[in-house]
């Protein structure tokens, strides 16, 4: 078996007094999807957070493509990257949020080169071009010059996911990427998404979509208190999971 594009081992996180990651191993394949349900305060966030070094890990290590994040070994001895080299690798993992956080003050077509043009220096037109061709992808061609406040909710998750994408990053995580939309507005995000796991996108996504989780996830994995309590195909964890609490909580989303 080749290296798991994200190996996850023995993470242990707490905040003060409250251990919110209790020992998690996970590990996901290059091109495959995740889907990560679980009741709120189960770890969902932090976990992702982990894995881009938005939270540093109290134990355990985690490897984004054979590279620890976060750290440098030598030797047998680990060494802690200094902010340039965590923002450099926080780079190649794209992170799209619940409440898409888009800057409000840059255009569309801005805020997808923002980061390619000031975090990697890229050149201005090639840059440019890419970002037209994302939103392109994303089914926005005609909002390049909107500003974020003049887009539905949907659309702006849309511009997020281009955002996302434009660092070329080898992973994506998404955290709940629909829950702050109206109803009518969480298909066009969930299509946007599911064309990128077609295209072999390697993605965790948290989510209370279960439909989505049944179409698109390779594996679905079930948190509760900071365990990953069952984890596996679709059919199984969703149709015939095997403990109590997984059983409880699909009861009450389905
Ligand atoms: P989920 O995403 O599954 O809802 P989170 O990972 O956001 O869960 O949170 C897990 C627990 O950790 C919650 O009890 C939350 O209040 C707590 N928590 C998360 N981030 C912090 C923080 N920065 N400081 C203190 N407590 C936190
Ligand atoms: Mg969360």
Redesign the pocket.
Known sequence: MSTPMVDVKAVHKS??T?E?LRGIDLEVRAGEVTVVL??????????LRTINHLEKVDSGWISVDGALVGYRSSGDKLYELREREVLKQRTQIGFVFQNFNLFPHLTVLENIAEAPLSALGRPRKETLDNARRLLDRVGLADKADAYPKQLSGGQQQRVAIARALALEPKLLLFDEPTSALDPELVGEVLDVIKDLALQGTTMIV?THEIGFAREVADTVVF?DEGRIVEQGAPGDVLDAPRHERTKAFLSKVL
């Open positions: 905040f003060g409250l919110v679980g009741p709120s305060g189960s770890g969902k966030s932090t976990l948290v948190m």
